[in-house]
């Protein structure tokens, strides 16, 4: 199978679904000429024109709130936002508008936009640029939330994602973009709500999101070599999440951890965790640990961002723990 | 230039200062280019060059007690607001001898202790911190100005017309300062703000003024005239100054001729370049000859050369600072 970059992926997405629903429009800075900085939508203008690919000023509030009017009255804006750090500024028009509008009108009106953003530290650009906050939007119940871990999720859930009927948010790695992989030429969607096994294994189960999933799959070729056997996991959607498939191979498992850059404290991770201590409390052998990103805003030094991730080495150091008995939450 | 003041000894030293400043912060950016480009600098970073009139006319104008906010593109406030070298590319390369510590690196760099209320990656993100100072500065009876740096492409954020509403309700001592170099990233400021700028400062009736950002003397009369006044408590103002930046949006942004031709490039460097004109006008007036010009250039290369050599030697920070400072003691 051909392999593109999840970059290429996210643009053959929005340009099949641009052709196949003329109701859908691209919306954000930079979208059109510069075709974002990271030139994840570079071409898309020269096919669809600036009707549907449509530069704004630098306005995150207010096209958001364009977005959200113009879904409830039968188009499907894609909204971009450059940054995922920005999402602070657009909170009112995503959880107050956006989130409730379906619900507050009794099922009368419906607000089919996605907001496609990015996430992830380590790429040097400090405290506002580098955060992971699809816990605060998975909070919000009305929005749904994805997080592609490679080219070929990020096609088929984007592609998912403009057909809903509710807003959704995409969390991009940035750091991804240029991670290749396989890729059919023909059309596919990957349905919400269906957590993908990426590894089967039976002494501990590995869930992650995003390019957690690389740090997991690492993790798990080191432990294999030691004999410990991880099962990988990517729920794919944070909400809905397909906590019937986490379950069950903690069931066989008997341990896991749960791991997402987002700040540990409070985030998908501790969600997670919690419904497997709630559902899975008497097939558990050890407590089920959450790793994220430390509680701290991302620092611009080298030497101190690095530490703030989780790490594959960091997964095998406490997979190792868990697996072999070691109490690692002692009081 | 626009003043043909009577240059008495005091003045010529403001004179000096305000090249030797500019000449700073074209330095320091040469160089952190250089450190981008030979891959040394983590991340990339936003060039101030070619607005060095902006940041020093202005400055020139504030004491250490005036604050400033800064924005994404900060390197030539940090210097003008009175930053030096050694700290500042060890901010860069993130070290803890660097302003923040290396936890901020270029978009958050300031030097405090001189009144800079920090460099922020969100645009927009400063004007109500701004905002704020000055109504501190009111409260207290303190006549300390703040001046708030933004871009044209700022202009589009609503909270600045919440702040300046509010600013001008209250009489607030601040001064907006537009720096519209005619590009928002890769779009030109035309096809991004509606109407005019300086209108927007006046539905609140605010007194908004356009100066020629190029033009360090004239800038830094009008921010004379205005903190002064803003110490009187007629302010706030508003001040959009017509600048260039030299280089694209960030370091990495090279290829740019599909938004901004060479030739537009090369008439603001040749025929506009704020120091080249105030280097001119420094002669003509006798006040300083062109070894000493050369030898004060000569002096900054020297100086930031040693600062860049001393910050790539410098110990970045401990990895036990990696979650101090996140709450204050
Ligand atoms: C709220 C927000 N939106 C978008 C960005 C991305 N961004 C960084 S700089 C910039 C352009 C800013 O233009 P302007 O205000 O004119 O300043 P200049 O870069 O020209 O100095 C944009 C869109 C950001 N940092 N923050």
């Known amino acids: 199978m051909r392999e593109i970059t999840l970059s290429q992926a996210v643009n ?8 196949r629903d003329p109701t859908t429009f691209i919306i954000g800075e930079d979208v059109a000429e510069a075709g974002t900085p990271f030139k994840v939508l570079s071409g898309l203008v020269e096919e669809f024109g600036t009707d549907r690919v449509i530069d704004t000023p ?8 364009i977005a959200v009017g113009a879904a409830m009255t039968g188009a499907r804006p894609i909204v971009d936002l450059m940054f995922g750090d920005f999402i602070f500024l657009i909170m009112d028009q995503l959880c107050n ?3 409730k509008t379906h619900y507050m009108s009794g099922g009368k009106l419906n607000v089919p936009l996605v907001l496609r953003t990015n996430m992830g530290a380590t790429r ?13 939007v998975a909070h919000i119940p009305g929005l749904k939330v994805a997080m592609p871990s490679s080219a070929y999720e990020a096609k088929g859930l984007l592609k998912t994602a403009i057909r809903d009927n509710n807003p959704v948010v995409i969390f991009e790695d940035k750091l991804m973009y240029q991670d290749k992989a396989p890729v059919p030429e023909e059309e596919y969607l990957i349905p919400f709500g269906e957590a993908n096994i990426k590894r089967e294994g039976k002494d501990i189960t590995l869930i992650a999101t995003s390019s957690m999933v690389q740090v997991a799959e690492k993790a798990a070729d080191i432990l ?5 056997e991880a099962e990988v996991i990517d729920p794919r959607t944070i909400v809905p999440l ?8 903690v069931k066989k498992t008997s341990r896991a951890i749960v791991i997402d850059e987002g700040h540990q404290s409070y985030g998908v991770t501790s969600e997670i965790a919690s419904r497997l201590n709630e559902k899975a409390f008497y097939h558990l052998d050890a407590p089920v640990v959450r790793m994220g990103a430390m509680d701290v805003p991302i620092p611009f030094s080298p030497a101190l961002e690095d530490i703030t991730v989780p790490t594959p080495e960091g997964v095998v150091e406490t997979a190792r723990k868990l697996c072999s008995g070691e109490l690692i939450h002692a009081a | 230039m626009s003043a043909a003041k009577k240059t008495t000894k005091s003045n010529s030293d403001d004179y000096l200062r305000m090249y030797r400043q500019m000449v700073r912060i074209r330095t320091f950016e040469d160089n952190a280019n250089q450190l981008y480009l030979s891959a040394k600098m983590p991340g990339l970073t936003h060039m101030y060059s070619g607005e060095e009139a902006v940041a020093v006319g202005i400055c020139e104008a504030l004491t250490d007690n005036d604050r400033i906010t800064s924005t994404h593109r900060g390197h030539g406030h940090c210097v003008a607001k009175g930053a030096e070298f050694k700290q500042m590319f060890c901010e860069l390369l993130g070290k803890e001898e660097g302003y923040c510590r290396g936890k901020g690196g270029s978009m958050h760099i300031a030097d405090q202790s001189h009144g800079n209320l920090g460099a922020n990656a969100i645009v927009g993100g400063s004007m109500g911190i701004a905002t704020g100072s000055a109504l501190r500065a009111k409260l207290q009876g303190h006549d300390d100005v703040t001046v708030c740096f933004f871009g044209d492409g700022a202009t589009a954020q609503g909270l600045l017309y919440e702040v300046m509403n509010m600013a001008a309700l209250w009489n607030l001592p601040v001064i907006y300062a537009c720096e519209n170099n005619g590009y928002s990233e890769y779009t030109k400021t035309e096809e991004i703000a509606a109407g005019s700028i300086t209108a927007r400062a006046e539905a609140f009736g605010i007194e908004a003024f356009k100066v020629d950002g190029q033009d360090v003397l004239a800038v830094n009369e009008l921010t004379q005239k205005l903190v002064a006044r803003c110490r009187k408590g007629e302010g706030p103002f508003f001040i959009e100054l017509e600048t260039y930046r030299y280089h694209g949006h960030h370091v990495g942004d090279i290829n740019r001729e599909y938004y901004r031709s060479k030739d537009e490039e090369k008439d603001w460097k040749e025929n506009r370049d704020p120091i080249i004109r105030f280097r001119g006008w420094l002669v003509e007036q006798g006040i300083a000859t062109e070894d000493e ?8 290369e ?17 990895i036990s600072e990696v979650d101090m400072h996140v709450f204050a003691d």
Do not use: C, W
């Open chain 1, 224 to 228: 294999s070599k030691e004999g410990i």
């Open chain 2, 302 to 318: 020297n100086d930031a050369a040693d600062a860049v050599s001393y910050a790539e030697a410098a110990k970045y920070p401990d």
């Open chain 1, 242 to 249: 397909d906590e019937a498939t986490l379950i069950e191979s």
């Open chain 1, 124 to 136: 040097r650009s400090a405290a506002q640029h580098s955060q992971s906050l699809q816990a605060l």
């Open chain 1, 58 to 65: 630098i306005s995150e509030p207010g096209f958001m709130g």
């Open chain 1, 12 to 19: 053959e997405a929005l340009a099949e679904e641009l052709r």
């Open chain 1, 97 to 99: 508008q956006a989130a």
């Open chain 2, 293 to 300: 010009i050369e030898a004060m250039n000569a002096e900054i």
